[in-house]
């Protein structure tokens, strides 16, 4: 489903029929929007500012966010923490995981990238990974050998497998937010990640 009439409308129904948990989740979300996605939210004074006031003119502006498309379910589910499905436009965030900062940013990264490739050209998300490689690479020694070990073949391919796809943008971003939120590296992104660090 990629129709941008069809995602409104389950987010409509989704709106009006929300539990209060997930109004809370929904509200949360938000703040981390807010907080910590400036830059793939095309944001003034975010990373890419320098190129927003070009992209703005070549396009019909950019309005990148969880309003009007994101709907979030709290599901009783043993077999995964949170899961974002990118054509249906909904996270689902197990309950037992539904106060894990670390859950919910990792499932917002999925989402926030699936605007940018829906919605922006290629070029814009290879100018994100270049900005956030610069803007980690003063933190983060080894920087570009952790971008290798997370692309490994197994390592990578394992990962796919099981959950879709982390790759260079999404683990650079999980970093960002690990070193902004104070978790150890890794974290946000999991699959055992905080190990190599």
């Known amino acids: 489903m990629t129709n941008k009439e069809d995602i409104r409308n389950l987010y409509d129904a989704w ?24 830059d793939m939210l ?14 703005s003119e070549c ?6 966010g969880i309003d009007g498309c994101l709907r979030l379910y709290i599901v009783d589910d043993s077999d995964f923490y949170g899961c974002y499905y990118g054509n249906e ?29 829906k919605e922006q050209k290629p070029f814009i998300r290879e100018l994100l990974v270049l900005e956030l490689y610069n803007k980690l690479s003063t933190s983060i020694p080894d920087l570009k050998e952790h971008i290798f070990k997370h692309c490994e073949l197994y390592s990578y391919t394992k990962t796919f497998q099981e959950s879709g796809e982390h790759g260079v943008l999404f683990f650079l971003k999980s970093l960002d937010l690990d ?9 946000v992104c999991g699959y055992g990640r905080n190990e190599q660090f």
Not at 15 to 38: D, I, K, S
Not at 179 to 187: D, S
């Open 15 to 38: 709106w009006n029929n929300r539990t209060p948990e997930e109004c809370a989740l929904h509200y949360m979300c938000y703040e981390y929007e807010e907080e910590y996605f400036e």
């Open 42 to 55: 095309l944001k003034d004074d975010s990373l890419l500012n320098d190129i927003i006031a070009t992209v």
């Open 59 to 64: 396009t019909d502006g950019i309005f990148l």
């Open 89 to 117: 436009c909904k996270i689902e965030i197990n309950r037992k995981y539904l106060t894990d900062k670390s859950v919910i940013l990792h499932e917002l990264i999925h989402f926030y990238e699936h605007l940018l490739e």
């Open 179 to 187: 070193i902004r939120c104070g978790f150890p590296l890794g974290t």
